[in-house]
């Protein structure tokens, strides 16, 4: 157990529409990433949030969209959902922007 | 070509045997994770390094800066070590930067 936790556990979307997953961090972590990980592949680092703000982003279209909220909380947004959006997201908190990252269960998205 | 590279992709071993697992990089960094993540998915970070070499159990991590190598060792393996192992670097923008990982199926 990391102490973060990831919902919801599994989604089903179609095509075209919008999801919300959130990341809640290990208490005290003011830092959080989100990653995709497809089938059979290690984890693409999506974004970064330290205090709220952006910190470096992935190769990933502008239609993933994140917040970090006061509580540190998270959110990942994608608008317009593809096919190969279909993966494992995972995210990850850590004390400082360099720390060791405490991963979450993941949420696992399946678009159809 | 992927910037961090590990090997093998898959690996058997028995019970008892000892296993490396390698990883190559080709980035600046500022530190290495080796990460565990169970056919469940979640992803538990067994070490972070930025020299030297570490130990915690039967796992002992090394890695050496000027070859930009690091070697993930498990000694007197058990099944409950399979899963897959995963290297990943963090660059100098606090990027994490996965390998492909490898699978390890230790066999009693």
């Known amino acids: 157990e990391t102490g973060v936790t990831q919902s919801p556990t599994h989604l089903i979307k179609t095509r075209g529409q919008q999801v919300t997953l959130r990341c809640s961090s290990q208490?005290?972590?003011?830092?959080v990433s989100w990653y995709q990980q497809a089938l059979g592949q290690g984890p693409q680092f999506i974004f970064q949030?330290?205090?709220?703000?952006?910190?470096g982003r992935g190769n990933f279209p502008p239609r993933f969209s994140g917040l970090q909220f006061p509580n540190y909380s998270s959110e990942l947004n994608v608008n317009a959902l593809e096919l190969d959006d279909s993966a494992l997201y995972l995210c990850?908190?850590?004390?400082?922007?360099?720390?060791?990252?405490?991963f979450g269960p993941g949420t696992r998205l399946l678009v159809l | 070509k992927n910037e961090v590279e590990q090997s093998p992709q898959n690996l058997t071993a028995q019970e008892g045997e000892f296993i490396t697992i390698n990883c190559s990089y080709s980035?600046?960094?500022?530190?290495l994770h080796w990460l565990q993540q169970h056919p469940g998915g979640g992803i538990v970070s067994l070490f972070m390094?930025?020299?030297g070499k570490k130990k915690h159990g039967r796992l002992i991590a090394t890695i050496n800066i000027q070859e930009k190598h690091s070697s993930l060792h498990i000694t007197a393996s058990h099944p409950r070590d399979s899963a897959v192992y995963i290297c990943?670097?963090?660059?100098?923008?606090?990027?994490?930067?996965f390998g492909t990982g490898t699978r390890l199926q230790v066999f009693p």
């Open positions: 990850a908190s850590s004390l400082a922007k360099g720390g060791t990252q405490y």
């Open positions: 208490s005290g972590h003011n830092t």
């Open positions: 949030y330290y205090r709220e703000e952006e910190n």
């Open positions: 980035v600046g960094i500022s530190a």
């Open positions: 390094l930025s020299s």
């Open positions: 990943a670097v963090l660059d100098n923008t606090d990027k994490l930067i």
